[in-house]
């Protein structure tokens, strides 16, 4: 028989960079009866979680909420905006960003893959220089859209999205920006208006805490406007029918109504927290992380510092080290789970998330797993990097705020 309690004795250190652990609070609004979702109640709730949402997005405009994960997002981006045999320039930062190139090529798009050569660009962010080049070269005017990943959650690498907004508009060009948030929205900052983005993309099972099953795609009006004459086919994912329904708070079909409750109960801890609290510990976090990884003597995925990812860090295993067997021996041994390498870096690396409802406790908790773990896989470490993520963890109250303001 299958058993669903399947750790016993304690809690089950889920550390991986998504689905993050789903704050008590969250699973008891979704134990909530289930209503009509044609009923009075739920049109406030509808209400509620639409606008709330947008303040996590930084937008005055809308925010589509579907019941899927964060893959049905990116399609609903793309067949909203674009026609078939549409050019669309997309950035190799790691495995997601293939992943979302693949879904483009199945849609019958005629997909560009920038990027460095190799596994470099694994290691670094969105070079937005190599945009506003190619999109120099392109005086016609046949890339309808650029296409890049927030936070590369298969490396650790978070991309400047200002930075690629300010390409596009040095080089004159039209094209729309689609940016792939799914794991940076709520922990990493993050402005869709602000950034000028045009179809941001995102899911419910990485910052926002829930359990995975709802994505969203926030808008701009000249996505909207574009959305009316798009000529990819689309049904389920359409905006137009469902921006009518929302206005009410309301869906064209049978929405995800428990994870909503958990979605209200989510901004609300969020948006109490205040944003920029919560980036301020995800940055926090990541550093007493990194300050582990560079004590044990081992690389982090992520060669630019500036770059480095508060979500997540990938760890390098030294030449000859499998980095799944060290993932499994900890999964085994402790009731961890770790991320493992993806695509171009599977087996060489393993990624720690640190995202979400973490706190200096869970990642103390998390890294002396990791420390035990590479020990007992016989990987020499340069010192302990449990030591050097509570020395770094050890700053006051008042410091802590500071660092805030
Ligand atoms: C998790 C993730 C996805 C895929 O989302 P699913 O919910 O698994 O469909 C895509 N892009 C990024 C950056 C992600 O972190």
Request: aromatic share 6%; hydrophobic share 40%.
């Amino acid at each position: 028989m299958l058993r669903l309690d399947f750790h016993p004795a304690g809690r089950h250190f889920l550390q991986i960079p998504g689905p993050s652990p789903v704050p008590d609070r969250l699973l008891r609004a979704m134990s909530y009866p289930t209503i009509d979702h044609r009923g009075p109640e739920f049109g406030a709730l509808g209400l509620a979680v639409l606008d709330g949402i947008k303040k996590i997005f930084k937008t005055r405009h809308p925010v589509i909420i579907y019941p899927a994960s964060g893959t049905g997002a990116w399609e609903a981006a793309l067949s909203n905006t674009m026609n078939p045999g549409d050019h669309v320039l997309m950035f190799e930062t790691g495995h997601f960003a293939s992943l979302w190139k693949k879904m483009a090529d199945g849609l019958g798009l005629k997909t560009e893959f920038l990027g460095l050569p190799g596994v470099e660009g694994w290691r670094r962010g969105v070079q937005p220089r190599m945009i506003e080049d190619r999109l120099r070269a392109d005086a016609a005017h046949d890339i309808k859209a650029v296409c890049v990943v927030h936070n590369e959650t298969s490396t650790g690498v978070t991309s400047d999205i200002a930075a690629v907004r300010r390409a596009i508009d040095a080089a004159g060009h039209p094209a729309l920006l689609l940016v792939d948030t799914i794991s940076g929205l709520a922990c990493a900052d993050y402005r869709h208006d602000e950034w000028g983005v045009d179809v941001s993309i995102s899911g419910s099972q990485k910052g926002l805490m829930l359990p995975p099953g709802i994505s969203f795609n926030a808008l701009s009006p000249k996505a909207i406007e574009r959305s009316e004459q798009a000529g990819l086919p689309r049904s389920f994912w359409r905006w137009s029918e469902i921006l009518e329904m929302n206005k009410t708070g309301y869906w064209p079909y049978t929405p995800s109504t428990n994870l909503l409750y958990a979605l209200h109960e989510a901004l609300e801890m969020i948006l109490d927290e205040g944003l920029d609290a919560v980036f301020a510990r995800h940055q926090r976090l990541a550093r007493a992380c990194r300050a582990a990884v560079q004590a044990w003597g081992l690389e982090i995925q992520c060669v630019e510092p500036e770059r480095y990812s508060p979500v997540l860090t990938g760890v390098v295993m030294p030449a000859g080290v499998d980095a799944d067997a060290v993932r499994r021996l900890i999964y085994e041994r402790f009731d961890m789970s770790l991320g493992t390498g993806l695509g171009k870096v599977r087996g060489s690396m393993f990624r720690i998330g640190h995202l979400g409802d973490c706190n200096d406790l869970t990642l103390m908790a998390t890294l002396a797993g990791c420390e035990m773990g590479l020990k007992l896989s016989g990987v020499t470490l340069a010192g302990s990097g449990v030591q050097a993520a509570m020395d770094c963890l050890q700053d006051t109250v008042e410091e802590r705020q500071a660092k805030v303001a």
